[in-house]
């Protein structure tokens, strides 16, 4: 694999993430707890749309073959995506919506700071604006927990519950392939051990914060940067992708 193909692989796995994620809040729409949470949630979701569609189109510029990135958003099949597991499970609760954005947003926020030193120039730019969207999504989320684990028993519960069910895929944020290999050897990407290693160290604050217990690593399942996924994703695409796929080549 050359440097090309593996950044195209890497802008797509960052994309995915992004639109698979954004997709899931914008289930929330209309149906937030209250509606400041119900704007806030759309908000996030446009950010995250708008974070995979830049990378889509570097993508796209990466490779010749007349690809755009509507198609690399609407187009592919469950196993040509690249996403991590733990953003494509269902919302269940409230809890567990925020429980699942205050993991991944963790991981992102240092993904995107160690990116923002990256030897590629476009790949440096597109990080250093999606930190700040970031940022503000990890203190949105981490807010929430930390009120959920000092709030009532039920709450307590509830979050607990949602860090258990979600913890087993946290482990396949971070497993590094040939792709990773060959950017880290340009100065591209960097270790996600390194990245691992910071993760952990700010969900542990938040989580003592917030009176939760980290889970032991039971069942741990991976597979999302070899295009393995869990059912929710096939189910998750058919909705996203029905108009394109229904009317081809459709525009606004």
Known sequence: MNTKEALYNFCLRLADNNIVLGQRLAEWCSRGPILEEDLAMTNISLDLFGEAES????????????????????????????NNLLVEQPNGDFAQTMMKQVLFSAFAKHLYEALCNSHDETLKGLSAKALKETKYHLRHSSEWIIR???GTEESIRRTQFALNKLWRFTDDMFVMNDVDEELISMGISFNLDDIHAKWKFTISEIFAEANLQIPDANNVITGGSKGFHTEHLGHLLCEMQYLQRVHPGATW
């Open 148 to 150: 959920f684990g000092n």
């Open 55 to 82: 990378l889509y189109e570097y993508a796209v510029s990466l490779m010749d073959n007349n690809s755009t990135a509507d198609h690399l958003a609407f187009l592919r099949s469950e196993r040509e995506y690249f």
